[in-house]
């Protein structure tokens, strides 16, 4: 049987597709806003004096970034409504989880980040007379935070990536459009094809802006 691929199906499914990119965004868009703080804290809990502060964020990390998203989310909406004893909306559901996994790797970064300004910064901060608290917040915390935007970069399209994950639990993001145009269509391959491209554009068009501001940020230290 000849292959043949169908364009002008590809091309009939991208209205349809496009009515699941806002859902795609603003799911990715609100848990990493979400998970960014939940990052920043868990992040500086885990490199906290105390074992019994460092304990619980190094369990979280650890939990979040050591079992599948799909399984977080599958977790959120289907298990939690048995514990908090009412249902947990789907778009809500997605947002946590994007939230959650992402706080976990972004904590990572936060850490690494922090922990990569060398030790001499902090007491150049102390001999001036600032306050350990200044001192992280002027001169530790600026400069850890210019190191960690590559990584947070790539963790927005990583966790981007995941939204089409929750198709599975009726989210109607990307996939899942496609998947109801399939089933009215049957043009199966031109319809994921499509969507694909979209994420492609999407990450590419990340990247690019990282790209840009990580060049930026060179010749500003040149």
């Known amino acids: 049987m000849e292959f043949q691929f169908d364009w002008q199906a590809a091309f009939n499914a991208l209205p349809y597709l496009i009515q699941g990119l806002p859902w795609t965004v603003a799911i990715a868009g609100g848990g990493l806003f979400i998970g960014f703080f939940i990052g920043i804290l868990f992040g500086l809990l885990s490199i906290a004096p105390s074992r019994l502060?460092?304990?619980?964020?190094?369990?979280?990390?650890?939990?979040?970034?050591?079992?599948?998203?799909?399984?977080?989310?599958?977790?959120?909406?289907?298990?939690?409504?048995?514990?908090?004893?009412?249902?947990?909306?789907?778009?809500?559901a997605s947002i946590v989880a994007i939230a959650l996994n992402a706080g976990a790797y972004i904590s990572e970064i936060v850490r690494g980040g922090v922990q990569s300004i060398e030790r001499g910064q902090k007491e150049a901060g102390l001999s001036i007379g600032l306050s350990k608290a200044q001192t992280f917040?002027?001169?530790?915390?600026?400069?850890?935070?210019?190191?960690?935007?590559?990584?947070?970069?790539?963790?927005?399209?990583?966790?981007?990536?995941?939204?089409s994950l929750f198709s599975?639990?009726?989210?109607?993001?990307?996939?899942?459009?496609?998947?109801?145009?399939?089933?009215?269509?049957f043009s199966a391959l031109e319809t994921y094809f499509m969507v694909a491209m979209m994420y492609l554009v999407i990450t590419l068009s990340l990247s690019f802006l990282l790209r840009l501001y990580e060049r930026r940020g060179a010749a500003g230290r040149a």
């Open 53 to 92: 502060v460092r304990a619980p964020a190094i369990a979280y990390i650890e939990i979040f970034r050591g079992t599948p998203v799909l399984v977080q989310v599958l977790f959120i909406f289907y298990g939690m409504p048995q514990i908090l004893g009412g249902p947990i909306d789907k778009i809500t």
């Open 137 to 163: 917040y002027y001169i530790i915390w600026p400069q850890a935070l210019r190191r960690m935007v590559p990584p947070l970069g790539n963790q927005a399209i990583i966790s981007l990536k995941d939204t």
């Open 168 to 185: 599975v639990i009726g989210v109607g993001e990307l996939v899942r459009e496609g998947q109801i145009y399939i089933a009215d269509t």
